[in-house]
């Protein structure tokens, strides 16, 4: 609730769109950036504790913009830079909770907790916006910084009553250093061709999710109106709901069988983009989309748990989010560009566009169809190296 209503906050100072923006990016680049420095000396480091200044720090970060706020601090340059400290203590929360995850559960519940964090953060993206907005308008913002330190409080409260497991480290990986651990986690990744190769199909389908969050706006809003879209919208993160709750009472096995099968079936709606269909046609398509997004992430997360060993999971992990983020990030910013440059190329070769169609938007269903492509070919590499490895 917090970054959204700050968000608008900078927005509403600013005037500008470039703040807008900025704060998004300043949200995702220093996990970008830090989360595998923090997933390096996680693995060597007291999970409880780590996971306690992480909360602790991004507590402190928001006191601090609550202040400011109180005091009319008009330099928004300050908010940003508090964003940043927020967002790589958050880091810090993330990559320990990943650590302490694959510590505490067994690998037979795995698939089931996954699916539950990830409900939890579907449900958390979809109510803040609204219970963010009601308070702006009836409480203000500096109600709801008071209820982000009330929440790291408890969180602070609650962790430090916990106690976890710990995987003990030999000496040779408590003193390896960052850059080395680096070389090593290469050579990790490079060794396990199928792991390296899921990371890569989740990284894209993140980017096509990204992609489609942003440019089913025009579309939408070509044949209907904004209230259609928001609809729509709506339907489509309910589908991301329920594919996390589908995955919670039935249990999985064979995981990157069941990821390629949904990825296959995501390229699928993808490549239905040529026909020319009605908004019902289209929110059903954004439903069945974030279904089996949802369901790749829960499974690709639970993949990833079973087969890191415990001991590099700080450092692994911490170089999935970062690769993973960054496709997302990319996603949002690219989709405009792409889509401008099929345009120009749909203008230049008018048989590509009868073959596709001059209605709702050409140039984005392209690009949906491209997408289409690139998941496919990801998923036969994926097949390829399976069948190798079983002879």
Do not use: C
């Amino acid at each position: 609730m917090s970054d959204f209503a700050l968000s608008l906050y900078l927005y509403e100072k600013s005037g500008s769109l470039y703040f807008y923006s900025y704060f998004s990016l300043f949200i995702v680049l220093p996990e970008i950036l830090f989360s595998p420095i923090i997933g390096h000396y996680i693995d060597k480091s007291d999970k409880k504790r780590m996971m306690l200044i992480g909360h602790a720090g991004a507590g402190l970060a928001s006191i601090s913009i609550l202040l400011l706020l109180q005091n009319g601090y008009e330099n928004l340059y300050g908010y940003l830079g508090l964003v940043i400290i927020s967002s790589i203590f958050n880091s810090l929360v993330f990559a320990s909770f990943n650590v302490l995850l694959g510590d505490e559960v067994d690998k037979e519940d795995m698939n089931k907790i996954a699916s539950l964090i990830q409900l939890g953060f579907g449900v958390v993206m979809i109510l803040s916006p609204s219970i963010a907005a009601y308070l702006l308008d009836n409480q203000g913002i500096e109600a709801i910084f008071y209820i982000d330190i009330v929440t790291f409080s408890l969180a602070l409260l609650i962790i430090s009553f916990m106690s976890f497991l710990t995987t003990s480290l030999n000496k040779e990986d408590e003193e390896l250093s960052f850059f080395k651990g680096v070389k090593q986690n290469y050579h990790y990744l490079k060794k396990d061709k199928l792991l390296w190769l899921s990371l890569i199909l989740f990284a894209f389908i993140e980017f096509s999710m990204a992609q489609v969050t942003v440019l089913i706006t025009p579309v939408i809003l070509s044949i209907s109106t904004k209230s259609t879209l928001g609809i729509v919208m709506s339907i489509a993160g309910v589908g991301m709901l329920f594919g996390n709750i589908i995955l919670f009472f039935i249990k999985i096995k064979n995981y990157l069988y069941w990821i390629n099968i949904f990825a296959i079936l995501q390229a699928l709606i993808f490549l239905l983009a040529i026909l020319n269909v009605g908004v019902i046609t289209i929110a059903f398509g954004a439903f069945l989309f974030m279904f089996f997004g949802a369901l790749i992430g829960v499974l690709n997360y639970t993949y990833w748990q079973e087969r890191v060993e415990q001991k590099r999971k700080g450092k692994i992990f911490g170089f999935r989010r970062s690769i993973i983020m960054f496709f997302i990030m990319l996603g949002y910013m690219a989709s405009a560009p792409m889509s401008h440059l099929l345009q120009i190329l749909l203008n230049h070769f008018p048989p590509l566009l009868d073959i596709i169609g001059s209605y709702l938007h050409p140039e984005i269903r392209l690009l949906f169809m491209i997408n289409a492509f690139f998941i496919v070919i990801i998923v036969m590499a994926i097949k390829k190296k399976q069948n190798h490895n079983k002879i």
